[in-house]
């Protein structure tokens, strides 16, 4: 099967963009992967874009042409496709660029994530976003996200004796990561009593167990990997992909503290990329809640189904710890514009991988994965890289 | 390169379907492909589902996932992605398809396309549909689509002394042919008199010029070109694909007479398929507008482009001529629920490379073309197809 590799990223900074546009949000990501990754406009095969909702956010569906030609591409005629998977958008269309390039059919592929959730007309987000769950079955019924994890934060401490104080933990964690990363919404440390203390959202979550509302792009350039060396001298090679999915609705689900859609796809991944979990120097999983960590982390298989809790309290997923995940602040703390979150999980891996992540940079990084979900967990993206 | 073949099609009927659901179409159409393929559900490596607006039209985005786990398939976690290029969001389902298994990832895919347009609450379905066109250069100043396509037709007949009543005979034609489609949501033949007199939409454009708003939803299977005769007897390969975009808004167009979008696609797909135009024996293209099927058989190099007009004055388009074109009855009569029609066009072309187009049955047809566009020419997808 043909490599491919990772040779330029770009992101913006994350937050209530009030004076940005989609438009420039995600020209400005995707002007800053070309510039990284070394290549000419004139490179340029293909491009897929990630965004959840563009449609009922801004208004605007048809961005894969949009991009392209707001890029300054459209004399090009490069064809330019959207992806979308709810959250998860991002992450499949990096699956969908890779596997493009897999084909042969293209060369060099930009891929851009985007979502501009705020200064966006009469829409609120927990009803665009309630998109991603069953209409039918949950948001009809007024089931918004953080219900929905709420549901299975409760299930999953009764189960397995997870505690708040656990949950409050991976936020103090991700700001703690967060506050290194100049691109992140929210730059301070927390002490855990503020995640204790803060406004219910839905028992058990509170404010600060749920990512926020977010505007921002991300963007990568991948190539095949025999010609990745023309472009950059460092790039990063994608050793695994996989994809999975799951019932739309939660009820519908074997066991709703376990994302089989992602147990599945790193399944595929790992053993693409021939390796198992503990091979893995760092992460980025999907931490729209904190709940969803603590599953992201059992299902990826770094500890045991259960034991996510513990794992907290024992910190072995901090910055210094055996597995670091979410070193960029994750969508905790360095916010969650939807389809953008899974493209910026590569780029934060790729900075890593590359030694560049300053002072939030992990010793010795030499394979790193990417988790990106969709809804309540009925998608689920998982891609491994290694530094070439 | 690894060759793919379509062994199944399925198709709802199109029209106003106030007793049929989302979930209710999409499972049909795919029920109907699987049915027709010879697969079975374990046999499905991945999904790939094209909708343009299912976010704003019924409350849903995320369907990708939805389509898998409403289809039975939840528990397989099988890779279900969503992709969105406006009205071409079918052709762009089916070449994402496609590239998965010429990648060599998947070995059967399931594509399907679905819109339901109607009985979708508060929404209006042309401000909907204006979400293809550029929101802030065209939609926000109140440009729908006819009144884009009618710009594109004025400086047609301006620039090529194309008539009304050429327009017209498309719909004619198409009208005829529709009444001939089982599935077509206009099933009778109308005179042009009818098509000349009708309201004014956005002159010249009159309520027969334009295609209507429609449920529906198609659906094919695809595999290795190498594995199909496993499952089906007359398989049909795919020999030829091609994707092309342009300025989002007409107004950056070099020529808005010319999809230039269309050009590239069908350059790529021509040069692949190792054919000419001449070779081709039937297209379905994208008439959702009468003077759309004028530039479509132009831009797919059908005849010199401006004589688009002429070449309907004699005919050579219809179900008896060197080239008929929409032998379905095309987006006019047919129907035209925006993210199916491009999985639909390949249905009906492999259902006439197969000798089962009963009525509307082409003599002799060998190499048939589908042609899907997004917006008013932003996005353009080309698949010429062979029987094996």
Not at 70 to 96: D, W, Y
Request: with cysteine; net charge neutral.
């Amino acid at each position: 099967m043909r490599e491919v590799a990772v040779i330029g990223i770009g992101l913006t900074k994350f937050g209530e963009l009030w004076n940005k546009s989609f438009r420039q949000l995600i020209t400005e990501a995707g002007s800053k992967a070309i510039l990284d990754s070394g290549i000419e406009g004139k490179d340029i095969d293909a491009m897929y874009i990630g965004s959840m909702s563009s449609g009922r956010f801004i208004g605007q569906e048809h961005i894969g042409a949009l991009v392209a030609d707001a890029s300054g591409f459209s004399h090009m005629h490069i064809p330019a496709t959207r992806v979308e998977g709810a959250c998860a958008s991002g992450g499949l269309a990096v699956r969908q660029g890779y596997l493009s390039i897999v084909s042969g059919v293209n060369d060099v592929v930009v891929i851009g994530g985007i979502e501009k959730m705020n200064d966006v007309g009469g829409v609120s987000a927990t009803e665009t976003l309630a998109t991603a769950a069953d209409q039918e079955w949950e948001a009809f019924f007024g089931a918004t996200f953080p219900a929905l994890y709420a549901m299975i934060a409760k299930r999953h401490m009764h189960k397995y004796k997870t505690t708040k104080e656990q949950l409050a933990q991976v936020a103090v964690k991700n700001h703690a990561n967060g506050a290194k990363n100049p691109n992140a919404q929210y730059r301070r440390e927390i002490p855990i009593e503020m995640v204790l203390n803060a406004s219910p959202v839905a028992t058990p979550l509170g404010l600060f167990d749920c990512s926020p509302v977010s505007d921002g792009s991300a963007a990568i350039v991948m190539c095949a990997a025999d010609i990745a060396k023309k472009y950059k001298d460092n790039p990063v090679k994608i050793i695994g992909s996989g994809q999975g999915s799951d019932t739309l609705p939660l009820h519908g689900r074997r066991d709703i503290c376990t994302l089989d859609a992602t147990v599945h796809a790193a399944k595929k991944a790992y053993k693409q990329a021939n390796i198992k979990p503990s091979d893995v120097d760092l992460a980025e999983v999907h931490d729209c809640f904190t709940i969803a960590e603590i599953c992201a982390i059992e299902d990826l298989g770094f500890v045991k189904k259960g034991e996510g809790g513990k794992a907290i309290d024992r910190k072995i997923t901090t910055l210094d710890g055996t597995i670091p995940v979410n070193t960029s602040g994750g969508l905790k703390s360095k916010g969650h514009p939807v389809g953008a979150t899974g493209v910026a999980q590569v780029v934060e891996i790729v900075q890593q991988l590359r030694g560049e992540a300053d002072r939030r940079q992990v010793k010795n990084a030499k394979i790193g994965l990417a988790h990106n979900v969709g809804g309540s967990g009925a998608t689920s993206v998982v891609h491994i890289m290694e530094a070439m």
